[in-house]
């Protein structure tokens, strides 16, 4: 069973920064590929970064240049760096896992932690 704890959501003002983390129980080259989505209050789940296996990143383009996603394999951890924050980018942030089970990929979450912009 995959486990992800999110953690270091909270308040920030607009033009701000803030990391949140996401510790995985297992070892992440396990994964296929680990990301991070957003959802805000009435709307969908939405992929905010995403980091491959081997490495490469992708990124919707309402964060691209401001926001990075990384990772440290020592510590099982995936990270979302996020900068020139803006009150739209107010939601709660969820960590995903993608795992090989079978001959399926399977999605694990995290149970998300809020992020929110405002002054």
């Known amino acids: 069973q995959v486990q992800l704890v999110e953690s270091g959501g909270g308040l920030v003002q607009p033009g701000g920064s803030l990391r949140v983390s996401c510790a995985a129980s297992?070892?992440?080259?396990?994964?296929?590929?680990m990301g991070w989505y957003r959802q805000a209050p009435g709307k969908e789940r939405d992929l905010v970064a995403r980091?491959?296996?081997?490495?490469?990143?992708n990124y919707a383009d309402f964060v691209k240049s401001r926001f990075t996603i990384s990772r440290d394999i020592t510590k099982n951890t995936v990270y979302l760096e996020m900068n020139s924050l803006k009150p739209e980018d107010t939601a709660v942030y969820y960590c995903?896992?993608?795992?090989?089970?079978?001959?399926?990929?399977?999605?694990?979450w995290g149970q998300g932690t809020q992020v929110t912009v405002s002054s």
């Open positions: 297992g070892i992440i080259f396990s994964f296929n590929a």
């Open positions: 995903s896992a993608d795992k090989l089970d079978g001959a399926t990929v399977r999605r694990y």
């Open positions: 980091i491959s296996l081997r490495g490469s990143t």
